[in-house]
Structures are given as C-alpha cells and as structure tokens.
C-alpha cells in the first residue's frame, strides 16, 4: 500500500535551517510529484510548492532534494523564523484517473517548532 | 496569488443536509478538490475533479461547481463528518491555493 512516512519532530531556534524527510514506498516514486504543504498551529493548510522528475517551484527560503535510491524526499527550510512553526506534511499528487491530479496520499505531518 | 475563499464554520443536524461552498477566479478554470481534516490528523481527499470520489469515501459526499463557486454537500450527515474542510484548486501559474477552511459541526 502507498505510505509516505515523515521525520520526526524539530525543535529549532530562531535563524537555523531544519530538514524534513518524506520516504515514500508501495508505488514507482519517480512516476509521482510530491507536494509540501504546511499549517501554522490553529490554522489552514498552505500550500509550499511542488516536485517533480525534472523540476521543482518553491519559494523563498524553501529548498527541496530528491533521492531516487532511497525513494525518498527532503525539504530544507532555513533562517527560520516563529512564523515557521507548523505542521509540515508532503502529499502525493495522484494519477488523473483516480485523483484527477488531487493530493491522493498524505505524509504523517512532522510539527517543527521554531523558539528561542 | 490565487485566493479561494470558505465560510470559518457551519453546523447541521445529524442526518441532515449541508453544503460547504469555496469560491475564487481560478474555479472558473479548474475544478476544486475537497479535503477532510479532523484534530491531529493529515487531511483525506474526499471528491475531485468534476464529482467523484476516492475509493472508501462515502457516497453522501459529493461535489458541484458553477462559476467561481465550488461547492461540497454532505447528505444526510453523520457524526464522524464533524471535520474540517478545504478546498483545493490549482491556477494558471501552475501554483495550488487551498480555501480558508470550514469547521462543520454535526449537531
């Protein structure tokens, strides 16, 4: 069955980088796009940005890295700020036939907790 | 950016029908996807596309659009649908925006 297991929980200061880690298994992981989606402590969900085979679109202080051997994703986020602390979730982008491009697989979430 | 816009909360009797609207320009050229979130938990996709539903969904669950207005109908609501829940589209630019939520509470 697909699954998209996260890293665990970051507590960082204010100015670090973390690194958040999406392993995904049960389908072909370079036939898939991958998405980064957060949501700040009582709030909605905001979409980060998006990988894919050839490409990737993120903003700011975003970086995201694939690896194939490993199936697995990285997203790096730095200079962090306590507006950065939220839930982090990656989401798989679905066939069009069984999602119609939809976000059909969903990470645990890992919280990242930015504090001084 | 894209903005796609929820009622904050709606509530509705136990069995009864509600309706969850989203609203927003890129609707007029994508069609919204609906996700359900409840405490603690990673949102589930429960319509896409034009109305259709993953497997495992419900069939009280189903989707319409028109306009600039999509919108979510729960018929005949059960307790386990105290939720909340998002829309989700993507625009031109190739970037996804999700609505501001709605809290749904099953009286």
């Known amino acids: 069955q697909v699954q998209l297991v996260q890293s665990g929980a970051e507590v960082k200061k204010p100015g670090a980088s973390v690194k958040v880690s999406c392993r995904a298994s049960?389908?072909?992981?370079?036939?898939?796009?991958i998405h980064w989606v957060r949501q700040a402590p009582g709030q909605g969900l905001e979409w980060m940005g998006i990988?894919?085979p050839s490409s990737q679109k993120f903003q700011g202080r975003v970086t995201v890295t694939r690896d194939t051997s490993t199936s697995t994703v990285y997203m790096e986020l730095t200079s962090l700020r306590s507006e950065d602390t939220a839930v982090y979730y990656c989401a798989r982008e679905g066939d069009y036939d069984t999602s119609g491009y939809s976000f059909d697989y969903w990470g645990q979430g890992t919280l990242v907790t930015v504090s001084s | 950016s894209s903005e796609l816009t929820q009622d904050p909360a709606v509530s509705v009797a136990l069995g009864q029908t509600v309706r969850i609207t989203c609203q927003g320009d890129s609707l007029r050229s994508f069609y919204a996807s609906w996700y359900q979130q409840k405490p603690g938990q990673a949102p589930v996709l429960v319509i896409y596309?034009?109305?259709n539903r993953p497997s495992g969904i419900p069939d009280r669950f189903s989707g319409s659009s028109s306009g600039n207005t999509a919108s979510l109908t729960i018929t005949g609501a059960q307790a386990e649908d105290e939720s909340d829940y998002y829309c989700?589209?993507?625009?031109?630019?190739?970037?996804?925006?999700f609505g501001t939520g709605t809290k749904v509470t099953v009286l």
């Open positions: 989700n589209s993507r625009d031109n630019s190739g970037d996804h925006v």
């Open positions: 990988i894919n």
């Open positions: 596309g034009k109305n």
């Open positions: 049960g389908y072909t992981f370079t036939n898939y796009y």
